[in-house]
């Protein structure tokens, strides 16, 4: 167990459907990263926030959104739903300072399948 | 632009014989590489990483892995496999300086046969 929780482990939706992951970091992590993981794309970086700021941006679309609150959870918001937004997506954290060698801790994903 | 190819998508190994898992990458300037492990129908879980100094690098679960920067290579180890070792293992790498996203291999399943 990475510390790491994702709320809910599944997701069954819609096309068009608006969707809300939600993330808990490890006790005392202040980054909190987002990845979405698929059979045609891999593990694929979306976004990090670092103590309730945006650090960085990766291949995240515009319908997809995030934020970080001020207890550290981060929830990811995905919007206009397509079939090709089916996959695992993860969410990470690691500990304060933010440094490139820091290590990555993942929580056990949600499964978003889009019907 | 960083890059990491795990050039096999599969290795078959038997158990308590040596295994190897490759990763080469590619990154303007100096690397931090990482290798993690994914068991099915869970996350990622970081087993070992390179920063700078010895180029071998001993991690979890008995798993070491040796930095070559002339081959840019940091492939994983194992000196006795074992059947729980089954899993998909990524090799990643970030640039070690501003901020550069983690990325990722395409991944490599490793079985391990009784």
């Known amino acids: 167990d990475s510390g790491v929780t994702q709320t809910p482990k599944h997701l069954i939706t819609a096309t068009g459907q608006r969707v809300t992951l939600r993330c808990s970091p490890r006790s005392g992590d202040l980054s909190v990263y987002w990845y979405q993981q698929s059979l045609d794309q891999g593990l694929q970086f979306l976004i990090q926030?670092?103590?309730?700021?945006?650090?960085a941006k990766g291949n995240i679309l515009e319908r997809f959104s995030a934020q970080q609150f001020p207890d550290l959870h981060s929830e990811l918001n995905l919007s206009s739903l397509e079939l090709g937004d089916s996959a695992l997506y993860f969410c990470?954290?690691?500990?304060?300072?933010?440094?490139?060698?820091?290590?990555?801790?993942f929580g056990p994903g949600t499964r978003l399948t889009v019907l | 632009a960083q890059s990491v190819a795990q050039p096999e998508d599969q290795v078959n190994v038997a158990e308590g014989n040596p295994l190897t898992v490759k990763c080469t990458y590619s990154v303007s300037g100096n690397p931090y590489l990482f290798w993690y492990v994914q068991y099915p129908n869970r996350g990622l879980q970081f087993l070992l990483k390179y920063i700078t100094g010895d180029n071998l690098v001993k991690g979890s679960y008995g798993f070491e892995a040796e930095f070559n920067k002339s081959q840019t290579s940091f492939h994983l180890k194992k000196p006795s496999a074992l059947v729980s070792d089954s899993a998909l293992y990524f090799c990643?790498?970030?640039?070690?300086?501003?901020?550069?996203?983690?990325?990722f291999g395409t991944g490599t399943r490793l079985l391990v046969s009784p």
């Open positions: 990470a954290s690691s500990p304060a300072p933010d440094r490139a060698y820091n290590e990555q801790f």
């Open positions: 990643a790498v970030r640039r070690n300086t501003g901020f550069q996203k983690l990325v």
């Open positions: 926030y670092y103590n309730g700021e945006e650090r």
